[in-house]
Each structure stands twice: as C-alpha cells, then as structure tokens.
C-alpha cells in the first residue's frame, strides 16, 4: 500500500485495495474533495442562515435574482471547457503548458464578456432598479476570476485535488467571515454582493499559490490559436449544453422572481440552497471517477459498462440517502433553522431532494458521454429538458408559486437523466443501467 491514509482501513478494505494504485488515487481524491464540500456545507449552512434570517426573504429573494439571472450569462465565461480540458490533459500530459494557456486565455476572454453582456442586460431590462443593477455588476466581476480555474482542472486530471482544496478552502473561510462582519455590522445588501466576489478573487490568488506549490509555472504557459480552434470546437456542443441545462435549472427563480415576487422567491431559495448543498458528495465522486472513465471509454468494451453500472448504483444510493432523510425532517427543520417565515420551504425542499436522485444520475452520465466525445447527446437532453421545464413553470408558477417550480424541475430531472436515454439508441444501454441502478442502488 502506498497511500497513508490507508492505514486506518479495516484490513479487509485493505486487501481489497493492495495494489490498485489507481483506485487508491482515485478514492485519496475524492477524499479531498469531500473534504472541501463538507466544511463548505458546515460553515456555508451557519453562516448562511444567519444571512438569510438577517435579510429576510424579499432581500434574500432580491439578491438571488441577480443571482439567478448572472448564471444565465455564466456558460460564457466557463465554455463547456472543463471536461474537455481534463480529458487532454489526461490524454497528453506532455502539452500541459499549451493547454492550460490556451484554456486559460479563452475563460479570460468569456469572464469579460460575461461581465458586459450581463450588465448591460439587466440594465435595459430593469432600467429603473439601480439596486438591481448593482447586484448583477457586482456578482459578474466575480466571474472575470474564475479563467484561474484552470488550474484546478490540472489537477483533477492528475487526481492532485488538495492542491485545488486548499485554495478554495481558504478563500471560502475568509469570504465567510466577511459576511458574519456584515451582519454583525448591520451591512446594506450590496455589501453581500462583493462578498461573492471577494469569495472568487481570493479562490483565483490560492489556484495562483497551489500551482507554484505544486512546482509549476504559470509563466510557461503558452496560447495556441489552432488548438484555441480544437477546444472549442470540441467544447461548443457542451457551451450550448450549460447554456439550457442553466436555464432549466436557474430560470425558476427568474421566472418567480417575475411572476410571483422576491418574497415568495426568498422562501424558495431557501429550498434550493440546502437541496444543492447535498450535491456535493455525487459531484465530488463524478470529479474523481471522470480520468478513470475516459480511460476506459479509450480502451473499449465490457469495462466501461461495468465502471458506468457501480457508478450509477453509487449515485442512485447517495440519491436515496439524501431524499428519504429529508422526507421526515424538512417540515420542522427549516423552521427551526430560518425561522416562521421561510416555513414554506420544508415542502419544497423535499420535492427539490427526489429531484436530486436524478440530478446524481445526469451528473454520472455527462462524464459518459464527454469522455466518448458525445457532446451533442448531451445538448439535446439538456435542451429538451430546458423546454420542458419552462413549459411546465409557465402553467404551474402562476397556479403555486415556488411548488409548481419544485414540481416543473422533478419532471425535467428525471427526462434529463433517464428519459430521455430511451429516446436516442446510443444511450438506450445507458438508460437500463440506470434503471438497474434505481432498483438495486448500493455503496460500491
């Protein structure tokens, strides 16, 4: 065994893990990474009930809107690169340099662009609300930051993520005590809003410090206009992908916002930002399998489906040990945690935690269909899910306010996830494994 931590294994998970250096990496990193979600969910929660009581919901629901509709504009500042980054970089360590320059140069380019587009959006659409436009500007200067996010997708691909734990960590500690000062000091909204972006700022100045740590230079980064071209050629189909898999999971609180005010979006954000606080465990599992599963999408055959079959089982498993807590305890926790007000929410953030089974499920599959290159599979599942979920928020929003939105996204989940897979041949293999999964989830 060559991994520390395995000494404090029970000597038959031991065994079962002499030398599989891979997935001893694999589950080291993932470590990590949960490591990172779990102290975000501890201290996220305390100090973000402590914000929420404060503001109250029409503030809290006001500044959710900007929020909301930012994230809108946020594909152009990531352009679907991500995976396909870590995917090349796993695939050819060796243009390391010319990659992540390349990459980098590119986000740099969408985070400005984000900036003006957003801004200037919300400025002719909201002409007369100065607030809002405050907001909005402020949150997507943030963005501009996060081209440093390159880094961390590094190493991901060398499966090095406490480099990208720290750093984060770090920024995520100082940006909350930021805003304990805020309330502590009676801050007015706008003040929260350079929090996040102080959050980003200090998140890109620690990539920055982990990367030399790790003995790499940022100055040896190179650009190259033709392999510009390749990544986003490769990258296009997953831009548009984020494009409507954002709006189906982002417009909702546009769209209550709009049309059934900032209070009744307050209550609801409230459901939504605790059920996508218990995504961090499907996504930190999907960060640390992805390498994994483009090696074995390269290599071909019955190895990949029984990669793809213990990973939806897991996602199924971890889907099912959210919502059936959450199903007994919503209706008095939130309560008790934000008070009276917000009360509403338990029923939401119980619908909102059956969606998560799915969201698990899409989150597996997305690593499937980028490490075989399948990035148009993935933008007509998203899109078609987009146009479900708005369809069905027009009608049920003005019927029940933040539950018809609950109800529109467990439908669009669900299509997203498994529906569709029976829809299009090439994933109907996939949609019996996920089936298998839902059936007979387990810890694998």
């Known amino acids: 065994m060559?991994?520390?931590?395995?000494?404090?294994?029970?000597?038959?998970?031991?065994?079962?893990?002499?030398?599989?250096?891979?997935?001893?990496?694999?589950?080291?990193?993932?470590?990590?990474?949960?490591?990172?979600?779990?102290?975000?969910?501890?201290?996220?929660?305390?100090?973000?009930?402590?914000?929420?009581?404060?503001?109250?919901?029409?503030?809290?629901?006001?500044?959710?809107?900007?929020?909301?509709?930012?994230i809108l504009f946020t594909p152009m500042a990531t352009l679907g690169l991500e995976g396909i980054v870590v995917r090349n970089v796993t695939r050819a360590p060796s243009c390391r340099n010319e990659i992540m320059g390349t990459a980098f140069l590119l986000k740099l380019a969408g985070g400005v662009l984000t900036l003006v587009s957003a801004a200037l959006a919300i400025w002719m659409l909201k002409p007369a609300d100065?607030?809002?436009?405050?907001?909005?500007?402020?949150s997507a200067l943030g963005t501009v930051f996060q081209c440093f996010g390159v880094i961390d997708f590094w190493f991901i691909s060398q499966l090095r993520s406490k480099y990208s734990v720290y750093a984060r960590s770090a920024a995520f500690i100082v940006a909350n005590i930021i805003k304990i000062f805020l309330v502590l000091f009676d801050a007015p909204l706008v003040a929260f809003a350079w929090a996040g972006?102080?959050?980003?700022?200090?998140?890109?100045?620690?990539?920055?410090?982990?990367?030399?740590?790790?003995?790499?230079?940022?100055?040896?980064?190179?650009?190259?206009?033709?392999?510009?071209?390749?990544?986003?050629?490769?990258?296009?189909?997953?831009?548009?992908?984020?494009?409507?898999?954002?709006?189906?999971?982002?417009v909702d609180k546009v769209m209550i916002g709009e049309m059934a005010g900032n209070t009744e979006l307050g209550i609801y954000s409230v459901a939504t930002m605790l059920a996508e606080a218990m995504y961090f465990i499907p996504m930190a599992v999907t960060s640390s399998m992805y390498p994994s599963i483009v090696e074995?999408?390269?290599?071909?055959?019955?190895?990949?489906?029984?990669?793809?079959?213990?990973?939806?089982?897991?996602?199924?498993?971890?889907?099912?040990?959210?919502?059936?807590?959450?199903?007994?305890?919503?209706?008095?926790?939130?309560?008790?945690?934000?008070?009276?007000?917000?009360?509403?929410?338990?029923?939401?953030?119980?619908?909102?935690?059956?969606?998560?089974?799915?969201?698990?499920?899409?989150?597996?599959r997305g690593s499937f269909l980028a490490a075989n290159n399948w990035t148009r599979i993935q933008l007509f599942a998203d899109f078609t899910g987009c146009v479900i979920n708005v369809g069905l928020n027009l009608i049920l929003i003005p019927l029940y306010g933040g539950m018809g939105a609950v109800i529109a996204s467990c439908v669009a989940y669900w299509f997203v996830a498994h529906g569709v897979c029976f829809t299009i041949r090439p994933l109907r293999r996939t949609g019996v494994l996920m089936t298998k999964a839902m059936l007979f989830p387990k810890f694998w």
């Open 296 to 364: 074995a999408a390269r290599e071909g055959g019955e190895k990949l489906d029984v990669l793809m079959q213990k990973n939806y089982s897991l996602m199924a498993f971890l889907g099912y040990a959210v919502a059936l807590p959450v199903t007994f305890l919503a209706s008095w926790l939130i309560p008790a945690l934000f008070g009276a007000a917000y009360g509403r929410a338990g029923l939401m953030l119980i619908g909102l935690a059956w969606a998560g089974l799915f969201f698990n499920l899409s989150l597996a």
């Open 130 to 138: 100065r607030l809002l436009h405050l907001l909005v500007g402020i």
């Open 2 to 70: 060559n991994r520390a931590w395995t000494q404090y294994l029970p000597h038959s998970i031991k065994g079962r893990l002499e030398g599989r250096h891979r997935l001893q990496r694999v589950i080291g990193n993932t470590g990590w990474l949960l490591s990172d979600s779990i102290l975000r969910m501890a201290v996220g929660l305390i100090v973000n009930v402590w914000v929420t009581r404060y503001l109250g919901p029409e503030q809290f629901g006001t500044l959710n809107y900007a929020r909301a509709f930012l």
């Open 197 to 250: 972006c102080a959050d980003l700022a200090l998140g890109a100045i620690g990539f920055i410090l982990a990367y030399k740590a790790g003995n790499f230079r940022i100055g040896e980064w190179k650009f190259s206009a033709s392999m510009a071209v390749g990544l986003l050629r490769d990258s296009w189909p997953l831009l548009l992908a984020d494009v409507v898999m954002l709006i189906y999971m982002r």
